[in-house]
């Protein structure tokens, strides 16, 4: 890592250490923000933008040992320095910049003397701040003042979900509203889940969210009548820390354009690199692709001995790394061994398999989590490469302290790991490369549920061809709109289990989109929702299973396409080594020119998959350059995929 002290430009900035206002800037000197305390002697903070205010006056402090320690304080700056380095990630692509120049403050706390740090930093993609406070034994810390005053004119994206279920699973469809609002549009209430992504009026993206989210209660954002969002936590009553307590990371991303927000580092830069005694072998991390037997109940072999074998079989026919074993198995006679069986069985064939386990089977602390260390050394004695670990449904401290644990161990142990019914990613996966992906989406689950549901009501003689729905309902199926929306706001935090392809069960959404939606929506572990006996048999897929078989899961380069609209029309291009991906996923009609500026000079040879308009696909080929722009025409719920060889 390389670091630039900043002294002297400190001289010129803050000409006494104790002045009221202090500015700080990013490396490209077009993001700043103030901290100062306020004329009652509070802290609070400004982020602007070409000295355009983005983020007005807003509070930031923590209430911990019964005391506001942000009211009636001192601001002394104590370091400045720029960090630059460079780091493997993945996602939108292959290498990550942490280029940001830091600020650690010393705050002193008036009416008790008590001395704590605020750190801060600035990217040229965001600001972001975080506390140390430095103490012994039981501490309680009862909330935050952590606020967010962003422009009322706004509109903002946030995931809804009409039920208790919105706060615990992350799993809310993703809609907008203007920000003037957004306390009082849910019927459940004025706090939303992270991320929060506003549209200013003249589009700049501005995203709220958190980072580096461990030994600390996962936080939410309560809308104000004002428009201004504060900190909300599932604890009302506080949580327990001990000794010295570190905040996670509280960050507004700023983006001038969309393209600037996917390939956003911001988040994972905030995360600690991985600890290189428990990683210093990674040749285990595998990213890959996973068929799964739960969604389609594969025929009525959902399982069994021999349907899983099967799925193992097919999983190695289409060259992907895993297949995933999901609820159910500890039902398998003598489950242990059967278990060994098939991974003996998978190892053969060049697959490894992925487990399920409800982490209540997992929680108990006592002993550094001795049932959980148990559970982990039967699946690595059983030659099994990865946990699936389910229902955590919240982010109080003990689902982080539980998550973190999962991650410690089964590192030790060589395996890897996916969460779900979790809260939004904050970086993990850089800290703990083991995590290849985690839920906190709303994904094609819901597809498979709302077909269970419409069943049992046909069942019971209850008519659902005039059933209708709004947005964030139980038993609805995922709209076009939400996959236009996710690569822009839930997918800048992190990987998201999504569980594409759903051509069996695909509700309103056409073949090509449900495709080029393992496009777009990226995770390490892209696991397939589709019966694969019914996806490798069905005539009318063979197009997409071509595609398939060499799906990406890592990409070296992101391009988001400026036709790109939140929630209409979700259009980039990918590059995996040398071939280039162009996926599109429509939720209006559109009809345009694509540049292919990203590719480089040369022919290319295009493979394009486009909906047929009879639920197939319609292939066709043609050779191309990249000064050459490419018509596509998408009718709403539409979709299609394109590769680009270099002839």
Known sequence: MKFRFLIPVLLVLFPTACSRSHSMVSPNGRIAAEIFTTKEGSLAYTVSRDGRILCDTSALGVTIDGRQIFCDVRLRLTDSRERNETYPVRGAHAKARDHAREY?????????????????????????????????????????????????????????RNSNWKLLTYAGEWIQAPASELATISEQGPVQT??????????????VTEAALYEYSGMRLQADPDGSLHADFTEKGGFLLHDTVMTPWRVLIVAENLNQLVNTDLITNLNPAPNPDLFADTSWIRPGRSLWSWWSGIDGRYMTLEGEREVINLAASMGYEYSTLDEGWEELPDKWNTLRKLADHAAEKGVGLFIWRHWK????????????????????GCGIRGVKIDFMNGERLQQIRFTTAVLEQAAQRHLLVNFHGCQKPSGESRTYPNELTREGVRGLELNRITANYLERMRAAGISVSDRKTLPGDENRNIPASHNATLPFTRCVTGPADYTPVAFSMPGDVLPAQQLACAYLIGSPLITLAENPF???????????????????????????????RIGELALMARRSGATWYLAAAAAINFQGKISLD???????????????GKNGFLRSECTLKADTPIPVALKSNAGCVIRFVRQ
């Open 104 to 160: 650690r403050w010393e705050v002193t706390h008036h009416p008790t003397g008590y001395r704590y740090t605020l750190e801060t930093r600035l990217y040229d993609d965001g600001f972001a701040y975080r506390f140390i406070l430095p103490g012994q034994g039981e501490r309680r810390v009862a909330g935050e003042a952590a606020q967010w005053r962003l422009p009322l004119d706004s509109r903002v994206w946030f995931a809804e």
């Open 598 to 612: 990203f590719l480089g000079p040369g022919l290319w040879r295009a493979t394009i998959l486009e909906d047929d």
């Open 361 to 380: 089977r997992l929680n108990d602390p006592a002993d550094n989590y001795a049932e959980l260390q148990h559970f982990l050394d039967s699946v690595a």
């Open 534 to 564: 019914y996806l490798l048999k069905e005539k009318r897929l063979q197009p997409a299973v071509e595609f398939l078989r060499e799906l990406p899961t890592c990409w070296d380069e992101t391009v988001v396409l400026p036709q790109s």
């Open 194 to 207: 992270m991320p929060l992504l506003y549209q200013t009026r003249d589009s700049l993206y501005l995203m």
